[in-house]
């Protein structure tokens, strides 16, 4: 160990120490951000960057797992991202599909897709539905991976199946004009039944969510690191977490 590990390791704990678990959020977003700029910094290809990117996501979660940290969303895949070309989107979604095969074998967490499953491949809608069912029962930290996802594209996906309730049930659309609200939108998402995203942290610089849990994230506190995804440490988490505890949660009062 150099003494800048030292240093390190003497400073994180440091922060650590002085975290009050108890203002700890129980729901996290990460927005996966900077693994190929990462990449080109080091001199690598984009594929090796975001190798690098799903290695950091197992120690994110054990970092979750230290606090009282109940939900993890992972935003690994936007439906934008289905456009790239197919040299670069081939081996990102073998990758993301090793991700969920490693997070499925773990025994800790619980997965759980969120975003457009019929626009992912047939092999990666495979890996991710055995993953479902193979953690259905696990009762660590709940794993949202956002594969697929885009955030506007939900919300029209949450008033699709709404609306087509709604017709199964014999409901007019007078009724139900009169009676859709906040809830019964909620209740559509693809997050349906889970705590809305308390904070979300993204990497990279980037100031935007770029639709990243639109309606989920209306009261969620932002925490923008500039280090990359892949080079994201565990002081970066634990600075979100005491940027988030010193914050006064008001919701408008």
């Known amino acids: 160990m150099n003494l800048r590990d030292l240093v390190y390791g003497l400073y994180a704990r440091r922060v650590e120490g002085r ?11 990460v927005i996966l951000d900077g693994n190929r700029r990462w990449a080109k910094a080091s001199g690598g290809s984009p594929e090796q960057g975001h190798q690098a990117g799903a290695s950091k996501i197992h120690e994110l ?10 939900v993890v969303t992972l935003w690994m895949l936007s439906t934008d991202n289905l456009d790239r070309p197919d040299n670069e989107l081939v081996p ?10 490693d997070l499925a ?7 759980h897709h ?6 992912l491949p047939a092999r990666t809608q495979s890996v991710v539905k055995e993953a479902e069912q193979a953690t259905h029962d696990v009762g660590g930290i709940l794993v949202n991976v956002a594969v697929g996802y885009g955030g506007r594209q939900e919300i029209a996906d949450a008033v699709r199946s709404l609306l ?30 889970q705590p809305d995203p308390d904070l979300v942290i993204r990497t990279s610089g980037e100031q935007r969510l770029s639709g990243f849990m639109l309606w989920q994230s209306a009261h969620s506190e932002y925490y923008f690191c500039e280090v990359f995804w892949p080079a994201f440490r565990k002081v970066d988490f634990l600075r979100a977490l005491r940027d988030y505890a010193a914050r006064h949660r008001r919701y408008g009062t």
């Open 61 to 70: 979660l054990g970092w979750c797992a230290e606090t009282d940290v109940e």
């Open 19 to 29: 975290l009050d678990h108890d203002q700890a959020p129980k729901h996290i977003g």
């Open 105 to 111: 074998a773990d025994g800790r967490w619980r997965v």
């Open 114 to 119: 969120v975003g457009q499953m019929d626009l």
């Open 92 to 101: 990102l979604l073998g990758i993301i599909e090793g991700v969920v095969r």
């Open 164 to 193: 087509l309730d709604a017709a199964a049930k014999g409901t007019s659309f007078e009724e139900l004009a009169e009676t859709v609200d906040i809830d019964s939108i909620s209740e559509h998402l693809y997050t349906r039944g």
